[in-house]
T-cell receptor, first 113, second 112 residues
Framework: AQSVSQHNHHVILSEAASLELGCNYS??????LFWYVQYPGQHLQLLLK??????LVKGIKGFEAEFIKSKFSFNLRKPSVQWSDTAEYFC???????????FGTGTSLTVIP | NAGVTQTPKFQVLKTGQSMTLQCAQD?????MYWYRQDPGMGLRLIYY???????DKGEVPNGYNVSRLNKREFSLRLESAAPSQTSVYFC???????????FGPGTRLTVL
């Protein structure tokens, strides 16, 4: 079975600081990779996704992620966070032909004004 | 276009009571999913339905049943609720071509 690891459980940053959230997955085949965001009291929304092509993927609100196949990683980055980025962030993976998504345990980000 | 809708938004049950969580999507997606979200554990798949007429167990199916009523609707039933089922439940549906999941607003369930 596939698994997803998010190593940072809770991150606290000041506004304008840079962000990098780690995500590693275990699966030997072709995968699709996703980052979802959950703002307080809301449902999950897609932040960005990678299927193929350029391993550097740009998403909404200035977020980007880099797929490094050799490291089985898909880390999320943002150069300068804002207070409104306070949320929980989930990395997810599914196989190219699979129906199931596998989610990480999430990283709670708190941005201090 | 409402996307994925869930009812109810909140529910409090006593141990042993039963209830059904409803989910509907209007995006003509084939696949639908039920997850539970617990602190520190992320989202865990309870059941999914790859297409109308089929259902499969996910990671944590015990204590739950599902029904794929038609292409739009996928319900989750707790026959005899237990405190361990206190959680936030999310329904999702998935596109085939883009493999992207769309989530509903969630149901916050408390079992006393």
């Amino acid at each position: 079975a596939q698994s997803v690891s998010q190593h940072n459980h809770h991150v606290i940053l000041s506004e304008a600081a840079s962000l990098e959230l780690g995500c590693n997955y275990s699966y030997g085949g072709t995968v699709n990779l996703f980052w979802y965001v959950q703002y307080p009291g809301q449902h999950l929304q897609l932040l960005l996704k990678y299927f193929s092509g350029d391993p550097l993927v740009k998403g909404i609100k200035g977020f980007e992620a880099e797929f490094i196949k050799s490291k089985f990683s898909f880390n999320l980055r943002k150069p300068s966070v804002q207070w409104s980025d306070t949320a929980e962030y989930f990395c997810a993976v599914n196989s190219y032909t699979g129906n199931q998504f596998y989610f990480g345990t999430g990283t709670s980000l708190t941005v201090i004004p | 276009n409402a996307g994925v809708t869930q009812t109810p938004k909140f529910q409090v049950l006593k141990t042993g009571q039963s209830m059904t969580l409803q989910c509907a999507q209007d995006m003509n997606h084939n696949s639908m999913y039920w997850y539970r979200q617990d602190p520190g554990m992320g989202l865990r798949l309870i059941y999914y339905s790859a297409s109308e007429g089929t259902t499969d167990k996910g990671e944590v199916p015990n204590g739950y049943n599902v029904s794929r009523l038609n292409k739009r609707e996928f319900s989750l039933r707790l026959e005899s609720a237990a405190p361990s089922q206190t959680s936030v439940y999310f329904c999702a549906s998935q596109t085939f071509w883009e493999n992207e999941q769309f989530f509903g607003p969630g149901t916050r369930l408390t079992v006393l």
